[in-house]
């Protein structure tokens, strides 16, 4: 399969299958006296945990589940998106044009929300609601949103918070929903099951990974995965000929409210570090994670589980308090 395909097809799994899929015709074919032709197997993914690995990672986890990455660390795969401008083969036109996306192209700002501090006694998600401290740590969050909102003076512009976004489970939709009280205007799309958490990849440095852990990692590491090509992205470049493009503000606001482990896998994945680092990273609850995708494609992170607006007596990761844990 060709690369141009292959990008088509990760960022598009429905119809992956319909392009690696064989042709099958009506018994009305004209080739209806032709051998059957063999099922064409998939191509195996570039990059990536690779399904056809064997073997065992230094005996810590099936090599299957290690993430390949498409350049070797700590080469930057500038095509990490399949949005990258195609090469016109002159090097100085190619400068030029990266140039002028450089200037007139919009960048993505995204921030990451850790949910507030919630009930972990209860098993069933629907019970595991914010504590009192949860639904406090959620109202500053909001309150810190409102602030870049709105802005401070010319020096201390307006930020264009566009959307909120949530996962589908019980205490990031309620944190989501008071964040999104201090946020009039911005958009609520429905709940995504793809932002739930769970375990995305396996964790170095650890142990010989249990066979339930093998299991988990089976079960969430390709929906996470696809949560991160979902929403991390450079934008389109600006297109001269649409009617308003050219007014279209050039930073780009999204908030996404979820969960520790998602917030650090995407992290190391939009930074292009091995995704088996991501429990390395400590994200407090309603803790800010802040990263920026330039137009050229570039990806940088401003904050990293930030808690500066949350007074210190509200601080906890989880049901540990403060810092001294």
């Known amino acids: 399969m060709s ?6 097809a990760r960022r598009s799994p429905a119809v992956a299958a319909i392009v690696t899929s064989s042709w099958s015709f009506s018994s009305s074919s004209k080739c209806d006296d032709a051998p059957p032709a063999a099922e064409e197997k998939p191509a195996t993914p570039s990059f990536g945990m690779n399904p056809d690995s064997k073997g065992d990672f230094h ?6 589940q290690l993430w390949q990455p498409k350049q070797e660390y700590p080469w930057w795969d500038k095509d990490w998106d399949g949005k990258s401008p195609a090469r016109t083969g002159d090097d100085e036109a190619d400068r030029k044009q990266m140039r002028k996306l450089r200037k007139e192209g919009v960048t993505r700002h995204i921030i990451l929300v850790r949910h507030g501090q919630y009930d972990e006694t209860e098993r069933d998600d629907a019970k595991r609601t914010l504590t009192e401290v949860g639904r406090q740590q959620a109202d500053y969050t909001g309150k810190r949103l409102r602030e870049m909102l709105d802005g401070v003076n010319e020096e201390f512009g307006p930020c264009n918070i566009k959307v909120v976004r949530v996962s589908n489970m019980t205490r990031a939709k ?11 205007g911005a958009e609520r799309p429905l709940p995504d099951p793809e932002l739930n958490e769970g375990r995305p990849a396996h964790n170095v440095p650890g142990g010989k990974a249990s066979s339930s852990t093998i299991k988990k990692t089976d079960e969430s590491h390709p929906r996470i995965e696809k949560a991160f090509q979902k929403y991390f992205y450079r934008a389109d470049p600006p297109n ?9 503000p050039k930073h780009e606001f999204e908030v996404i409210v979820c969960h520790a482990n998602v917030i650090r896998y995407f992290f190391c994945r939009a930074l292009q570090m091995p995704p088996e680092a991501w429990l390395r990273l400590c994200t407090f609850n309603c803790s800010l994670t802040y990263l920026t995708i330039r ?18 007596g509200l601080t906890t990761f989880s ?5 001294n844990w």
């Not at 005996?59 to 299957?64: A, H, I, K, S, T």
């Open 3 to 8: 690369s141009s395909v292959f990008r088509f």
């Open 59 to 64: 005996n810590l986890f099936p090599r299957r």
């Open 174 to 184: 309620e944190t989501a929903d008071i964040i999104a009280s201090h946020l009039p």
């Open 240 to 248: 001269e000929e649409e009617e308003g493009d050219a007014d279209r």
């Open 295 to 312: 137009p050229t494609g570039t990806v940088s992170a401003r904050m990293l589980g930030d808690v500066g607006h949350i007074p210190y």
């Open 319 to 323: 049901t540990h308090p403060g810092f």
